[in-house]
């Protein structure tokens, strides 16, 4: 198979994530590797998505996992070589599915050779104006340049030896790009290329919403007494969506069209890693025309389960987007968030006020997992049937939990360890997948015995690939099912028209000739007052539910008329 000759193959793509360190161990070391991912292809390719996009895979200290890149034209040695990549590339290809990268422009790790350099040149010199390195404030400097404060805890600041100090949004591992420097930019043109050059078929941007500071680098407003920690980078007006950002994604875009002239055939994409909390004039502003292809919609993944949060997520993204002629990119995990299961089963997932921000922290409120899994299952359907393009993220399609007793010792987060364990943080959603139910080879994660990274929790076999394949039932029956009726749905449609609007326990909408109805209340309803002609249930996330008048509660059915 090759792939489909389509320029805009990314406008309503089904992508899956891959959590690198999480999804297939080939060596046995209990860490997942690149030929790992290569051995498991055909699982992929058969559950009918488009693309794959990997996870950081460059060198790397591993403190975020990747995400403190170390060395920007490479693979960590923990996941293989640029011969395993190359093959990766190779067999994707092969089954007809692209590679997205995730390339993090932000910052890189403080192992990275230009840090070593800025480190040893010393203030005032060129390898430092790469990075932003300040004199501190007080007699003696003592005090950090300004009140930033770290996205993953802390100070946004850390001292050096001789005295100065430098920025690092997220943590001391992870010092900022001075995108300013004109070698920053050559570089990550450079970057750009070569993984371009090596068959990467775009890239996910991280962090987008951070790159750009406001010059002079001035003290961030008070913050409303009672912000969590983590959130005050999310909240610093001179860090977070400051316009010279958007000078850096111009120019990507550039480099990016440029490729594709010089190279016919190749059709690239770059979907923006942008959390802009209900602000869909912000999110609008990554995908103008000249900027990003897609940005990420990530409204709809944390609002709470209540059909008007969900209704509001859904039309302010569909409108903002609309407005620049960008298409949706609809997600309801990554590997930053509490799985869905989890997320919908809490106590307070219905309360419409229950918005965070963010959901990594998990609150002490009981899950109940039997509601939650209903609740997946439902936002499955409804996500396939939007317009746009969808990302899924390993294991959601095997209805995997987020594991929230992992042992203190075991936790590798550096939101866990900044914040000394007030925030629990993502390790929960990272668990290595269960391929099998034989605890030896960590539910067959591992090639052979081996210890996986992060410990699985006892019974994870039961939610293995090989024993939800034999399961009508499963989530992974409903996946398969769901992503098969969407890829049959008439291409290119992207309108969505709000239907029922009298039923507000209900979220409904019109598209590509079918009826999306979301229950989102614990209470049935009734749709007789649909009349016209009549109609069948298409799909549906509950088992045996085929009666078109109702919908049964946290379910979502597509609904079409007979014929
Ligand atoms: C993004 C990534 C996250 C990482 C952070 C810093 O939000 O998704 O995993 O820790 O950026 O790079
Ligand atoms: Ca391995």
Redesign the pocket.
């Known amino acids: 198979m090759t792939l489909p000759e389509d320029p805009l193959w990314w406008r309503d793509a089904v992508v899956y994530q891959m959590y690198v360190r999480s999804f297939a161990d080939a060596n046995t070391d209990g860490i997942g590797d690149l030929a790992g991912i290569t051995g498991r292809l055909g699982y992929v390719a058969a559950l009918g998505v488009d693309a794959i996009w990997l996870t950081p895979f460059y060198p790397s200290p591993q403190r975020?996992h990747g995400?403190d890149v170390a060395d920007y034209f490479g693979v960590e040695p923990a996941y293989g070589t640029l011969d395993d990549f190359d093959r990766l590339v190779a067999e994707c290809h092969r089954h007809g599915l692209r590679v997205l990268g995730d390339i993090?422009p932000n910052?890189c790790s403080d192992e990275h050779q230009w840090f070593r350099d800025a480190l040893s040149a010393g203030p005032g010199s060129a390898e430092r104006a790469r990075f932003y390195f300040r004199d501190g404030r007080g007699e003696n400097g003592e005090l950090p340049p300004n009140n930033w404060l770290a996205a993953f805890g802390g100070p946004a600041w850390t001292r050096v030896c001789d005295g100065q100090w430098y920025l690092h949004t997220?943590t001391t591992w992870?010092p900022d790009f001075n995108w300013d420097n004109a070698d920053v930019v050559e570089m990550f043109d450079t970057v750009l290329r070569f993984w371009f050059d090596r068959g990467i078929d775009g890239f996910r941007v991280?962090?987008v919403t951070h790159l750009g500071k406001a010059p002079g680098l001035p003290d961030a407003p008070p913050l409303p007494p009672g912000t969590r920690e983590t959130d005050a980078a999310g909240r610093n007006p001179y860090s977070l969506y400051w316009p010279s950002g958007h000078d850096v994604w111009r120019h990507w875009r550039q480099v990016t069209d440029r490729y594709e002239r010089d190279h016919p055939g190749r059709h690239l994409a770059t979907v923006a890693?942008a959390y802009t909390a209900n602000r869909p004039d912000v999110l609008l502003q990554y995908v103008r025309p000249d900027e990003f292809h897609q940005v990420f919609s990530f409204d709809l993944m944390l609002a709470p389960w209540h059909p008007s949060t969900l209704r509001r997520a859904i039309d302010q993204t569909y409108t903002a987007l609309g407005s620049v002629g960008a298409s949706m990119t609809w997600a309801l995990n990554n590997?930053?968030s509490q799985r869905s299961v989890t997320r919908y089963g809490r106590a307070d997932a219905t309360d419409p006020d229950s918005w965070t921000g963010n959901n990594l922290v998990y609150h002490d409120v009981a899950v109940d997992v039997v509601v939650g899994t209903a609740r997946a299952r439902a936002a499955s359907v409804l996500l396939a049937g939007l317009p746009g393009s969808i990302y899924l993220y390993q294991g959601e399609e095997l209805g995997l939990q987020e594991v929230l007793d992992l042992p203190a010792e075991a936790r590798t987060d550096p939101i866990y360890l900044r914040t000394e364990g007030r925030e629990l943080g993502r390790d929960g959603c990272r668990v290595p997948l269960p391929w099998t139910t034989d605890p030896v080879t960590g539910y067959g994660f591992s090639a052979g015995p081996s210890r996986p990274w992060l410990p699985q929790p006892e019974g994870w076999g039961r939610q293995a690939v090989a024993v939800e394949a034999a399961d009508d039932d499963a989530m992974l029956a409903l996946y398969r099912t769901v992503l098969a009726a969407r890829a049959a749905l008439p291409a290119g449609d992207e309108t969505l028209t709000w239907q029922l609007p009298e039923l507000t326990q209900l979220v409904a909408f019109s598209r590509a000739g079918v009826l999306v109805v979301l229950n989102a209340t614990g209470v049935e309803v009734q749709l007789d007052r649909l009349g016209g002609p009549e109609r069948e249930v298409v799909l549906s996330s509950r088992r045996g539910h085929s009666d078109p008048g109702v919908v049964p509660p946290d379910t979502c059915v597509w609904i079409r008329p007979v014929g």
Do not use: G, L, P, T
């Open positions: 975020d995400y993090v910052h997220f992870q991280d962090a890693e590997h930053d």
